[in-house]
């Protein structure tokens, strides 16, 4: 079945770590893909996102992602992470012509001071 | 700043009983999807509209739920009789209707069926 996949269930990190959250779709063709970060008693938010053009992208707070499409991944990365990015991070996707997004489980990131 | 804006934030209810959560929406998006969040599934796409009509609710359990849009500015979600495993976080989220859209997603409300 199509899916999306997040590896690392729950990563607990200290401050001025560099962090990288994985994230596999197994969608065949062109996607668009989503990093959604989602604080603690919040709603979702969008961190960043891949339309086309270069893979590397760039989101808010220091965030980017790196989309390989040969290994269908889409993993966030940051280089030194606060205690403030203490969330659930969410990787979503959706396939071309389709409103459908799909979102992995979530990966809960815990950053100790 | 355009936000989604979604109500109750929080309700608790007894099984059975009907349960009405509302979005509504930022202005001039066209398309809005209702998401189910749980610690077991994870977020699920319930059901989405564009420009009003319901072009997927395969994610809904038909028999008890129901989702609708009055009007451009408000969307409903229906919970009829609602049971305790409909307990979760039920978000609303709104895109401008083009393919591949991005998504801004409501405040959520937090649902406990007693």
């Known amino acids: 079945a199509q899916s999306v996949s997040q590896h690392n269930h729950h990563v607990i990190l200290s401050e001025a770590a560099s962090l990288e959250l994985g994230c596999n779709y197994s969608?065949?063709?062109?996607?668009?893909l989503f990093w959604y970060v989602q604080y603690p008693g919040q709603h979702l938010q969008l961190l960043l996102k891949?339309?086309?053009?270069?893979?590397l992208v760039k989101g808010i707070k220091g965030f980017e992602a790196e989309f390989i499409k040969s290994k269908f991944s889409f993993n966030l990365r940051k280089p030194s992470v606060q205690w403030s990015d203490t969330a659930e991070y969410f990787c979503a996707v959706i396939p071309y012509n389709n409103n459908d997004m799909r979102f992995g489980a979530g990966t809960r990131l815990t950053v100790k001071p | 700043d355009a936000r989604v804006t979604q109500t109750p934030r929080h309700k608790v209810t007894e099984m059975g009983q009907e349960v009405t959560m509302r979005c509504q929406p930022i202005l001039g998006h066209n398309t809005v999807f209702w998401y189910r969040q749980t610690m077991m599934q994870g977020l699920e796409l319930l059901a989405y509209?564009?420009?009003?009509?319901?072009?997927?609710d395969s994610g809904m359990p038909k028999d008890r739920f129901s989702a609708e849009m009055p009007d451009a500015t408000l969307a409903t979600l229906k919970i009829q009789p609602s049971e305790p495993r409909d307990s979760a976080v039920y978000f609303c989220?709104?895109?401008?209707?083009?393919?591949?859209?991005?998504?801004?997603f409501g405040p959520g409300t937090r649902l406990l069926v007693l």
């Open positions: 969608y065949g063709g062109t996607v668009n």
């Open positions: 509209f564009r420009n009003r009509a319901p072009l997927d």
């Open positions: 989220a709104s895109g401008t209707g083009q393919f591949q859209e991005t998504q801004y």
């Open positions: 891949y339309f086309s053009g270069d893979p």
